[in-house]
């Protein structure tokens, strides 16, 4: 049973760069696509971007300019790094598997499992 | 992009009544790429329907989903405590994928 965790700082200056890291265990990172979600506290979600372990990515078009996803196949990982964040970035961050269908040219895809989450504050 | 609309915001209701939940797309939704999440507070979102209609491993029967097009609805048979939670509907026939706002299940 594939299970997703996030990890990294929980707090972040303005201006400066978000890191997560989500390990994935309990199967291979190369099997399929992967995305990362976002929810401000008290709001709804937001798809962040994807990858697959190939390095293909695709991300919103809403936060492209400062977004990276990257992935580690020898870890069976994947980060996401946020440019120039500001107080609008305050969330949950969340690391999911993708399922349904994915190709290099885009996913038509429902998000399962879920990691827990994890709290990204944005505040000096 | 495509926006999900859901209503009603809060929908207060007892255990043991029939609950249905609406979403409304802004746009036609391709091949009902359409999916249902239960999130708990303090949880992350679990999946219980995608394609509009199939429900995902280890989800109870009371819990349906169905609708095309633009309008989808995720219907709970019999409201167990358990029940009682914040639904998103989530359309990814087109990029971005995108999330209605929430509806919440309160005990009335």
């Known amino acids: 049973q594939v299970q997703l965790q996030e990890s990294g700082p929980g707090l972040v200056k303005p201006s400066e760069t978000l890191s997560l890291t989500c390990t994935v265990s309990?199967?291979?990172?190369?099997?399929?696509?992967w995305s990362w979600i976002r929810q401000p506290p008290g709001k709804g979600l937001e798809w962040i971007g994807y990858?697959?372990?190939?390095?293909?990515?695709n991300y919103n078009p809403s936060l492209k300019s400062r977004v990276t996803i990257s992935v580690d196949t020898s870890k069976n990982q994947f980060s996401l790094k946020l440019t120039s964040v500001t107080a609008a970035d305050t969330a949950v961050y969340y690391c999911?598997?993708?399922?349904?269908?994915?190709?290099?040219?885009?996913?038509?895809?429902?998000?399962?499992?879920w990691g827990q989450g994890t709290l990204v504050t944005v505040s000096s | 992009e495509i926006v999900l609309t859901q209503s009603p915001g809060t929908l207060s209701l007892s255990p043991g009544e029939r609950a249905t939940l609406s979403c409304r797309a802004s746009q036609i939704v391709s091949r009902s790429s359409l999916a249902w999440y239960q999130q708990k507070p303090g949880q992350a979102p679990r999946l219980l329907i995608y394609?509009?209609?199939s429900r995902a491993t280890g989800i109870p029967d009371r819990f349906s989903g169905s609708g095309s097009g633009a309008d989808f609805t995720l219907t709970i048979s019999r409201l167990e405590p358990e029940d009682f939670a914040v639904y998103f509907c989530?359309?990814?026939?087109?990029?971005?994928?995108?999330f209605g706002q929430g509806t919440k299940l309160e005990i009335k």
């Open positions: 394609g509009a209609s």
């Open positions: 989530q359309q990814y026939g087109s990029t971005p994928s995108t």
């Open positions: 309990g199967g291979s990172i190369t099997s399929y696509y």
């Open positions: 990858i697959y372990y190939s390095g293909n990515t």
């Open positions: 999911v598997r993708h399922l349904g269908y994915c190709s290099a040219t885009g996913c038509s895809s429902w998000f399962d499992p």
